[in-house]
């Protein structure tokens, strides 16, 4: 089915073959009927075994430029935060420690955007469907990781994430991808209700993503939805993420 000899395909799953080219890793996608983001996995992999990308290993992005900082501002009351490579929140409007409940209890070098969905003892009752958001979440990670194997950040959060949960342990040797991009969150509010975002993620150099949640339509419930965010960010005071 991928067009290629059992001698040499043996030798592919044996580690024997390292360096396959892309009508062999086309084939292969196509014999696995991999999806687009799986298919793009394959080629990372790929490529690292060959050593067709250089090695990795960099510390992650952490500046925090001053027209990052005053966007999160200006789109205000909509929550939204900077993430580093790592999912570390780097900057923050107080809206998003408003819609995420003990957020803004942790100190600023532990808050991290997947190590609060897995390890803070608000998430589980936060997210509606969380057991979805984790295996999003966890398809995210691996994909951030594909990228760069030896990036030994990344590999510390998934070492601490595999010892402190075991639905992340479960979830991880599942070997999903998936790029975080725009979707939608349903949340279960202890203050507001349940309530329902759209996000939209938009991606930066240096491994660096902005997330801006807003409501899904311009109603009264969304208007309802800013007016409780916005109320609640008055009454936080996280300590400064930087």
């Not at 040797?173 to 725009?182: C, G, K």
């Not at 509010?189 to 807003?214: C, D, K, N, S």
């Amino acid at each position: 089915m991928a067009g290629l000899s059992i001698q040499y395909y043996t030798r592919l799953e044996q580690g024997r073959e390292n360096n396959p080219g892309g009508a062999v890793l086309d084939g292969i996608a196509s014999a696995l009927r991999l999806n687009e983001e799986e298919h793009a996995h394959l080629y990372a992999l790929a490529n690292h075994a060959a050593e067709r990308v250089p090695a990795g290993g960099a510390p992650a992005d952490r500046e925090v430029r001053p027209g990052i900082r005053a966007l999160l501002e200006r789109v205000r009351p909509w929550p939204a935060y900077l993430l580093s490579r790592t999912s570390d929140i780097l900057a923050a409007n107080p809206e998003v420690f408003a819609l995420l409940p003990g957020l803004a209890d942790w100190a600023p070098e532990r808050r991290n955007s997947i190590r609060y969905l897995f390890l803070h003892p608000m998430a589980r009752e936060l997210f509606a469907d969380w057991e979805r958001a984790a295996l999003s979440t966890t398809a995210q990670l691996r994909s951030l990781l594909a990228a760069d194997p030896r990036d030994r950040e990344l590999a510390a959060l998934v070492d601490e994430l595999t010892e402190e949960s075991a639905e992340f342990a479960a979830q991880w040797q599942r070997y999903d991808v998936r790029r975080r991009r725009s979707d939608q969150e349903t949340y279960r509010h202890p203050q507001l209700g349940e309530i329902t975002l759209a996000f939209e993620v938009l991606r930066m150099e240096g491994g660096q993503r902005i997330t801006i949640y807003q409501p899904q339509a311009p109603d009264e419930e969304g208007r309802r939805v800013l007016r409780g965010l916005s109320e609640l960010a008055t009454k936080v005071r996280p300590e400064a993420t930087d």
